[in-house]
Nanobody, 119 residues
């Protein structure tokens, strides 16, 4: 069973920065997809950023140029650097990793970490 643990959320002022981390544990053979989603109160969950196995990165239009997704395959960790934060970025951020493990294909979600942007 693959489990994800997120860290790095918190309260930050507008214009500030945060770095989110998502570490996977378990018997993982290969990772195909890593991503970050967010859900604000009263809104649907939306994709923030993702990395596919070929290294292709995808970002929501609202975060392009300010957020950066990166990975450390050796550590089975995906990161999200959030810069120039705006109040509308306030949400619960969750990571997702898809790949293969000892028991076959898997899709795992982290429990989520709260990001609050407020003065």
């Amino acid at each position: 069973q693959v489990q994800l643990v997120e860290s790095g959320g918190g309260l930050v002022q507008p214009g500030g920065s945060l770095r989110l981390s998502c570490a996977a544990s378990g018997s993982i053979f290969r990772i195909y997809y890593m991503g970050w989603y967010r859900q604000a109160p009263g809104k649907q969950r939306e994709l923030v950023a993702s990395i596919s196995s070929g290294g292709s990165r995808n970002y929501a239009d609202s975060v392009k140029g300010r957020f950066t997704i990166s990975e450390d395959n050796a550590k089975k960790t995906v990161y999200l650097q959030l810069n120039s934060l705006k109040p509308e970025a306030t949400a619960v951020y969750s990571c997702i990793i898809q790949g293969t493990s000892r028991t076959g294909g898997f899709t795992s979600w982290g429990p989520g970490t709260q990001v609050t942007v407020s003065s």
